[in-house]
């Protein structure tokens, strides 16, 4: 047999033919004593009208009907085909997909009554089959379904996403979930190093998280994570904290798994970065950000934010400094002073991403124009002979802030500043421009 790029392959009940789709569009029927062609059946899926170089959209799932005299054809544009198995003509169309019916996506009844498609759209189709009507269609999986399978009398119906990492377990009588597994930990939604670069921990779609050592190809999966972004903080060498499903916080140790919970939690936790000296965990929540000293584990304390949801939290190499991103209708990024619990500046940029530079000096942010900036963080100054400090930071705000972080004085606003200096008397304050100025001003 001879084939370019097949998708998938299937016999007939009889074991006399084999169907085989192909990327091409193309589906060809083979006689299995011989390994040639038959002659007389033809089938290609429609061209793609998207696609430049006008390519068919793809072949992919099969399934022959039990008396071998019709085949199911799936296909990259959502549609199943039911053809005629001596000619290849279409019987009739089917459409209740968005997207790719996927290649273990089609199965039938053993009577041959009842079709089930299943795609990337995340979704499991119902079919009768004398009609070409839809029963009734499944959306409990989240995320793309790349598999389907029927036990033979019917009863139940088995579907996986790799992406999630779920397989569900289908009772067809009452149309209902009467079981899910996790397979392994879906779709990676965020990956840690411990501080020491021994042990890898990649959070799943699923709430499992995988521990790898690194130096080793053992695998330790444990369950009850929640499924967003960064859900998991190592905590020295040997600890981390993770967010679970319960929407909690626990610190683990990787030679076991029974939790310590975290008390003191203010609102729904949304991320969680630990400092690299060991001496900070950080947790962004719903209404705020909280801090705990890694070595006490106490009472928190919150930095005064104005942003919410706060999605993302990362601290400076040097342990000190800390960005945190919000999202919600007002999002932003600031950088925090966490051992003064000082703001160093406010923006209402909305970011995908921020981290810091090897000198702490600099953070490295994704816009939402999916460019990537390097911009200096610019000075902080005491002013002599107060319990204030002022601010510059490369969007050109200025500010004066009390040592707990509240804005108490706002100087001036321009073009990003470059450097910052405070006279010795504690009244007078110059900064460098971009443009290459120098403004001073008078301190309140």
Request: overall charge negative.
């Amino acid at each position: 047999m001879g084939y370019r790029q097949p998708t998938h392959h299937l016999r007939s009940s009889d074991g006399t033919q084999l169907a085989t789709a192909a990327r091409d569009g193309s589906v060809r029927l083979w006689d299995t004593t011989t390994g040639q062609p038959i002659e007389g059946f033809t089938f290609q899926t429609p061209i793609n009208a998207n696609d430049p170089q006008k390519n068919r959209y793809w072949a992919t799932g099969l399934v022959w009907t039990p008396d071998g005299k019709s085949l199911f054809v799936g296909a990259t544009n959502g549609l199943v085909t039911m053809l005629n198995a001596q000619t290849g003509q279409t019987i009739r169309t089917l459409s209740g997909h968005t997207s790719w019916i996927t290649i273990r996506g089609l199965q039938l009844s053993t009577d041959g009554t009842v079709l089930y498609s299943a795609g990337l759209d995340g979704l499991i189709c119902v079919w009768d089959v004398a009609s070409g009507t839809q029963k009734a269609t499944y959306n409990q999986h989240q995320l793309s379904i790349f598999g389907i399978s029927l036990e033979p009398d019917g009863n139940r119906l088995v579907s996986t996403s790799d992406q999630e990492g779920r397989l569900l377990i289908w009772d067809m009588a009452s149309q209902q979930i009467i079981g899910t597994f996790r397979v392994g930990q879906g779709i990676p939604t965020g990956i840690r190093y411990s501080n020491d670069g021994k042990v890898l921990a990649a959070s799943g779609f699923n709430g499992m998280l995988r521990l790898q050592q690194t130096d080793k190809a053992d695998n330790l999966f444990l369950a009850g994570l929640n499924g967003i972004a960064q859900n998991i903080a190592f905590l020295g060498t040997n600890r981390f904290a993770m967010i679970t499903a319960s929407d909690t916080i626990s610190l683990y140790t990787p030679e076991s798994s029974t939790p310590q919970s975290i008390q003191g939690l203010d609102g729904t936790p949304l991320s969680l970065a630990a400092s690299r000296d060991g001496k900070y965990l950080a947790v962004g929540t719903s209404t705020t950000i909280q801090i705990w000293r890694i070595d006490a584990m106490g009472t928190p304390f919150s930095l005064q934010t104005t942003l919410t949801n706060v999605q993302m939290a990362e601290f400076a190499p040097n342990g000190n400094l800390l960005a945190v991103i919000g999202g919600g209708e007002k999002p932003g990024y600031e950088v925090w002073d966490v051992a003064s619990r000082s703001l160093l500046f406010h923006s209402d940029e909305d970011i995908g991403s921020v981290d810091f530079m090897t000198d702490s000096q600099q953070i490295v942010v994704l816009t939402a124009k999916n460019s990537i900036e390097v911009r200096p963080l610019n000075a902080v100054k005491v002013i002599p002979g107060s319990n204030l400090l002022v601010a510059a930071d490369y969007i050109g705000n200025i500010t004066c802030h009390t040592l707990d972080g509240k804005i108490v004085a706002t100087l001036g606003q321009g073009d990003g500043i470059t450097a910052l200096g405070v006279n010795p008397d504690g009244t007078e304050i110059a900064v460098g421009k971009r443009d290459g100025s120098i403004a001073r001003y008078a301190i309140p």
